[in-house]
């Protein structure tokens, strides 16, 4: 059973920083391409940042580069969002997800690549 934990959410000021990890389990965690998810209320689910599973490729929504960098940690199944500069407008909950091709050549950038969810972790920026 595939098992996607995120923590490191929070309450935070505009122009702070968090953290987020996800810790994935029951599945090849080094094959899979990764991705971290956000959903405001009233909003979709959108995709703020994906990296692939050899680590080559990434990818970061315009909205939030130069201030979110996603990594991974293959030995500790581990994937992380690090997140700078924060604003009001990063208010969401931050989900991660594994895709649904194992070293695929591409770095998965649609929702429908990703197979395996988390249960989310609330991220609140006051202004």
């Known amino acids: 059973q595939v098992q996607l934990v995120e923590s490191g959410g929070g309450l935070v000021q505009a122009g702070g920083s968090l953290r987020l990890s996800c810790v994935a389990s029951?599945?090849?965690?080094?094959?899979?391409?990764m991705g971290w998810f956000r959903q405001a209320p009233g909003k979709d689910r959108e995709l703020v940042a994906a990296?692939?599973?050899?680590?080559?490729?990434?990818y970061y929504a315009d909205s939030v580069k130069g201030r979110f960098t996603i990594s991974r940690d293959n030995a500790k199944n581990t994937v992380y969002l690090q997140m700078n500069s924060l604003k009001p407008e990063d208010t969401a909950v931050y989900y991660c997800?594994?895709?649904?091709?194992?070293?695929?050549?591409?770095?998965?950038?649609?929702?429908?690549?990703?197979?395996?969810w988390g249960q989310g972790t609330q991220v609140t920026v006051s202004s």
């Open positions: 029951g599945l090849t965690f080094s094959s899979h391409g």
């Open positions: 997800a594994a895709d649904n091709r194992p070293e695929s050549d591409y770095v998965p950038i649609r929702l429908s690549q990703y197979e395996y």
């Open positions: 990296i692939k599973w050899s680590e080559v490729n990434l």
